[in-house]
């Protein structure tokens, strides 16, 4: 009976292994969930977004999962829409058991949802229903919680609405940037979909629904996003200006220039009326609503960033800025 039943394990194990996925993801979120599907599964192809022009020279930069895709010498398919016929023709030929999805980027339709077996499941970086929605990171630390983490879903046609398989939470440091948390939540998810896929594959997970009664929503951010407003408070700001590390990044208005925030620290000092320029403790801040914004980093127009101490030592007219 033991070794019947080693037997067996070990069919099934292989059984596994053959599962033949399809991963969608585009950004640096995504890579330690293709990298962890590539050690266990057969992923058959990545689909992931276009080519985009990206830094001073505009040049066309290939998305990260790109990359490593073909370091791994995958197929890849970046549709401008996953609806398109071509598209849909290679999946189909691709034939997967199993779709797994990591920030790729655009909605799944119905026909795409329905093509695999075991149907498509999401690794979304937020504890859902709390946070659907393109930005689930940097609204966690723009809102103040003290924990996020990964779910893994099982997906619908909804905006994040599927039932549930699995949660895995971790804490919001005081510090925490999206652009530090972003790379704690991807291996989370990429280790809760280890953990999860084999008993989902068998048949023994029971996916539970979502309560849309708790659901809150994470907007895809803008570039207009990253303006700060003095009439909020300053521990509200500080949030922003880590929720928005590094995209789209805050800034504040300046004489006749942008002035870039990097780093910040609130201060529970009397404020000298909302958006009043001062110098406390030897760094530029600014007045808010409830409190100092003290601006600790700092990136003037044409120029790279720095300490804000060092920043006053050329801007003598800061206060009458």
Not at 153 to 161: A, I, S, V
Not at 207 to 226: E, N, S, V
């Amino acid at each position: 009976m033991r070794r019947t039943h080693y037997f067996f394990s070990v069919y099934a194990t292989i059984r596994l292994m053959d599962t033949r996925i399809v991963f969608m993801g585009s950004p640096d979120f995504a890579l330690p969930t293709l990298r962890a599907l590539v050690e266990n599964y057969r992923v058959v192809g990545v689909v992931t977004q276009p080519d985009r022009p990206a830094g001073r020279g505009r040049e066309l930069q290939p998305p990260p999962v790109k990359k490593l895709a073909q370091e791994l010498s995958l197929p890849v398919m970046q549709p401008q829409r996953l609806k398109d016929p071509q598209a849909m023709e290679q999946l189909k030929a691709w034939a997967p058991d199993l779709i797994v999805v990591a920030a790729f980027g655009q909605i799944l339709r119905p026909d795409t949802l329905d093509l695999p077996q075991h149907g498509c499941l999401n690794v979304h970086a937020s504890l859902l229903p709390r946070w659907r929605g393109a930005a689930p990171i940097n609204a966690a630390i723009l809102h103040g919680d003290e924990q996020t983490g990964v779910t893994i879903m099982k997906m619908d046609p909804g905006l994040d609405t599927g039932p549930i398989l699995s949660m895995s939470e971790i804490p919001i440091a005081p510090n925490e940037t999206a652009r530090s948390l972003s790379p704690k939540l991807a291996q989370l998810g990429a280790d809760l979909l280890s953990e999860t896929l084999p008993a989902y594959l068998r048949g023994e997970l029971t996916p539970h629904p979502q309560d849309d009664a708790r659901a809150t929503y994470a907007p895809m951010l803008k570039r207009a996003d990253g303006e700060l407003d003095f009439n909020e408070a300053a521990e509200a700001l500080a949030r922003r200006v880590r929720a928005f590390d590094p995209w789209p990044g805050t800034y504040l208005k300046w004489g006749d220039q942008r002035l870039k925030v990097h780093r910040t620290r609130a201060l529970s000092a009397t404020s000298p009326g909302a958006g009043v320029f001062t110098i406390q403790e030897g760094f530029p801040a600014v007045g808010t609503s409830d409190g100092l914004l003290m601006l600790e980093e700092v990136q003037p127009s044409g120029k790279r960033a720095m300490p804000g101490d060092i920043f006053l030592r050329g801007a003598r007219d800061w206060i009458s800025g």
